[in-house]
């Protein structure tokens, strides 16, 4: 029998993320890239309870285009960090904005409703442009 190792693999990748992009396979070229990450989990910073949301980016790439298992370990390392919704909608928009310089993006965070309250937050970067 095998020993399971402490963090877990899956916990160790988290921990070990990095937003990794390539080169734009068709630069100068206005295209849309659209993404769900509907699993997206973050800790509220008054209560501790775990917020749920679904993460909706839509980007027109410049210079680089981000790596999607990347991209998904990176939206995964904000489980257990305790941060609001406004905050973690601009931080991680922030975050995509340095590793791929994007022409146009938009970032929708859609948080599960709570207290009869629901949530979504959109923040953009860029102009985007007809394609």
């Known amino acids: 029998m095998t020993d399971t190792q402490t963090p877990h693999y899956g916990a160790r990748q988290i921990a070990a993320a990095a937003l990794i992009c390539f080169d734009n396979p068709r630069i100068g070229r206005p295209y849309d890239v659209a993404i769900e990450l509907p699993e997206f989990t973050c800790l509220c910073p008054f209560s501790g309870y775990p917020d749920f949301a679904v993460l909706r ?5 410049g210079p680089r285009v981000l790596e999607l298992k990347a991209l998904k370990l990176y939206v995964n390392s904000w489980r257990d960090r305790s941060i609001s919704h406004e905050e973690v ?5 922030d975050d995509l904005v340095a590793a791929c310089e994007p022409v146009w993006m938009q970032l929708e965070a859609d948080f599960n409703p709570r207290g009869n309250v629901h949530t979504v937050i959109r923040a953009s970067h860029g102009t985007q442009l007809p394609c």
């Open 89 to 93: 909608a601009n931080r991680i928009l």
């Open 57 to 61: 980016l839509t980007y027109q790439p």
